[in-house]
């Protein structure tokens, strides 16, 4: 995806530290803004769209604070040309505020091109939690999360993310209407991994098709990095569909469970030895930038198609793999599974009507395979072009005014 020119550019340490507070006096908000309209105007009552484009910067980014909860957060949207700004919370240990920042730039990017191309009527946002989530995440935490988010007007919807869950959503939602990703019991659609590793399989089939000349991965060796939330789900579309597959992730655990289900699939220690294996397809479904210039130079296999989000550590890594003759299909395309499902719950959840979008990732990597053979560019720009298209064409209609 383009590069943002830099929003909030340079260290941000300060910008969570002691500073102005606002109503009970424990709460700090501050915001950047590049929206026209101002900050944080109230959604969707306020059209027309802003008129930031695809390739612009960020619309708003804030940083929340609630020192007596411990809450450090920071909410970035990219886009409301197609509508709300959806993504999920992460709930991580960053290293520090800087670390925290890059993600959420990059994340609520993705998003914006993850939406656009699962046909949703939806922009891109995303939030990070600074903190290890076992130890800091409280009900008064996440409650007072949500008081941020509702703070926006909805101009941006939350959902779950790595180190939060639906039941985390719940608490959210006591303070907040702009929450998906609930429990089944609080009328959400519960586990959005679900759909997340059906598009990823259906992602995954037609890049077979288009490398192979067929979708089957039928005795095709499959490396899984990472088989926690969606990479488990993942080897088991795998296992039925006749692949060989072989796993590693940083906890042991994790692999111990997969190897408990299925007995046939092989472990090995890490990343350097998944790629020493004479893979087929590569399938990184771990935290992102797993794709760096070591890893793509001896990268075996014909196919990159996983669940991660920002696999690529840096721009330029898609040509690099397209002149390898390394088929990519970028992450947020063929990991749209887990929006459309909370996305779906914005009309009352249907797994039925959701599951069908979901495997619709199947014709549209198909689009984008043949429109980058056609234009000669690699799949990530394809993508990229058919995402920013629909953000510019349909985001444009929302200007059109309609009486009251």
């Known amino acids: 995806m383009p590069s943002d020119p830099g929003v909030a550019a340079g260290p941000v340490s300060s910008v969570l530290g002691p500073g102005p507070r606002t109503g009970s006096g424990h709460t700090l908000i501050a915001v950047f803004a590049s929206n026209p309209r101002g900050s944080a105007p109230a959604y969707p009552q306020d059209?027309?769209?802003?008129?930031?484009?695809?390739?612009?910067?960020?619309?708003?980014?804030?940083?929340?604070?609630?020192p007596q909860t411990g809450l450090r957060a920071i909410i970035a949207i990219y886009s409301t040309a197609l509508g709300p700004a959806l993504g999920g919370t992460r709930f991580f240990p960053y290293p520090s505020e800087d670390?925290?920042?890059?993600?959420?730039?990059?994340?609520?990017?993705?998003?914006?091109?993850?939406?656009?191309?699962?046909?949703?009527?939806?922009?891109?946002?995303?939030?990070?939690?600074?903190?290890d989530p076992a130890r800091l995440k409280t009900e008064a935490l996440l409650r007072a999360y949500g008081r941020f988010v509702e703070s926006l007007g909805g101009r941006y919807v939350t959902a779950c993310d790595?180190?939060?869950?639906?039941?985390?959503?719940?608490?959210?939602?006591?303070?907040?209407?702009?929450?998906?990703?609930?429990?089944?019991?609080?009328?959400?659609?519960?586990?959005?991994?679900?759909?997340?590793?059906?598009?990823?399989?259906?992602?995954?089939?037609?890049?077979?098709?288009?490398?192979?000349?067929?979708?089957?991965?039928?005795?095709?060796?499959?490396?899984?990095?990472?088989?926690?939330?969606?990479?488990?789900r993942l080897v088991g579309h795998l296992?039925?569909?006749g692949a060989r597959v072989v796993v590693c992730d940083v906890n042991a655990a994790a692999v111990q469970r997969v190897l408990a289900v299925h007995p046939g699939v092989q472990a090995v220690g890490g990343q350097a030895e998944l790629l020493a294996r004479p893979l087929d397809v590569y399938a990184p479904c771990a935290m992102g930038g797993a794709l760096t210039d070591e890893s793509v130079a001896v990268l075996p296999a014909r196919i990159v198609c996983g669940a991660a989000n920002n696999q690529l550590a840096h721009a330029g890594l898609e040509k690099v793999l397209a002149d390898r003759d390394i088929l990519y299909a970028p992450d947020y395309l063929v990991?749209?599974?887990?929006?459309?499902?909370?996305?779906?719950?914005?009309?009352?959840?249907?797994?039925?009507?959701?599951?069908?979008?979901?495997?619709?990732?199947?014709?549209?990597?198909?689009?984008?395979?043949?429109?980058?053979?056609?234009?000669?560019?690699?799949?990530?720009v394809?993508?990229?072009?058919?995402?920013?298209?629909?953000m510019a064409e349909v985001g444009r209609l929302r200007g059109i005014w309609l009486p009251s």
């Open 47 to 66: 059209a027309p769209a802003p008129t930031s484009t695809a390739r612009g910067g960020h619309e708003q980014v804030v940083f929340c604070q609630d």
């Open 99 to 131: 670390a925290a920042l890059a993600d959420v730039l990059n994340l609520s990017r993705a998003m914006a091109y993850k939406n656009a191309l699962a046909g949703l009527d939806l922009g891109g946002g995303k939030a990070v939690i600074i903190g």
């Open 162 to 232: 790595i180190g939060t869950y639906s039941e985390d959503m719940d608490l959210v939602a006591r303070e907040c209407h702009y929450v998906t990703g609930r429990t089944v019991l609080n009328g959400g659609g519960g586990d959005s991994s679900i759909l997340t590793a059906i598009g990823v399989f259906h992602g995954m089939r037609a890049a077979a098709e288009h490398t192979w000349g067929s979708d089957s991965l039928e005795d095709r060796l499959v490396g899984v990095e990472g088989v926690g939330k969606v990479g488990h």
């Open 239 to 241: 296992i039925e569909a």
């Open 335 to 380: 990991n749209a599974g887990g929006v459309i499902q909370v996305a779906d719950e914005l009309a009352g959840f249907n797994f039925e009507r959701a599951s069908a979008r979901a495997e619709k990732i199947y014709v549209t990597a198909k689009k984008i395979f043949a429109l980058a053979d056609e234009e000669g560019v690699p799949p990530a």
């Open 382 to 390: 394809a993508a990229d072009r058919l995402a920013e298209r629909r």
